[in-house]
């Protein structure tokens, strides 16, 4: 499913950018930069929707919808912490690379005598997801104008 996913995005992102010429190429450039964070295939920004995708690979997702933006995962159990389980769900809210376009809520439960118990998640957990996804975001944009 993530191959096809990226290959869409890959050719939306290449038939938004200009031709290049040897005049203005900085201004050539922040206009590809522009087009392309508003890839009209999927309805936010292609470049956190990557980065989300590929920041959660190691989750099962249960949901992944471009056009609302949305990404749920399955219960995630680390293999080096079995006794603790986390869900994540991300929102995409716009088209634009910005931080407050992103948003992550977590749950997470502890294991306690072989039943599930809701356990409260830290907000630098929360916090620190979203930079990892912003971060991975910017690093794709910068990929994609140097290339």
Not at 2 to 13: D, E, H, Y
Not at 31 to 45: C, E, F, Q
Not at 77 to 90: D, H, Y
Request: with cysteine; aromatic share 4%; charged share 20%.
């Amino acid at each position: 499913m993530r191959r096809p996913l990226f290959a869409v995005i890959a050719l939306s992102l290449l038939a938004t950018l200009p031709a290049c010429s040897s005049r203005g190429g900085d201004k050539e450039r922040l206009k590809a930069d522009l087009a392309a964070s508003k890839v009209t295939t999927i309805g936010v920004n292609a470049y956190l929707w990557r980065a989300t995708l590929d920041s959660l690979s190691f989750m099962p997702l249960v949901q992944a919808d471009a056009n609302g933006g949305v990404v749920v995962t399955d219960w995630y159990a680390n293999p080096s912490n079995p006794g603790e389980r986390m869900k994540l769900t991300v929102s995409i809210l716009d088209q634009d690379l910005r931080a407050d376009a992103l948003r992550v809520a977590a749950s997470r439960q502890v294991n306690q005598a072989g039943t599930w118990v809701d356990a409260p998640v830290q907000a630098a957990t929360v916090q620190r997801l979203e930079e990892i996804i912003l971060t991975k975001a910017r690093d794709l944009r910068r990929a994609a104008i140097a290339g």
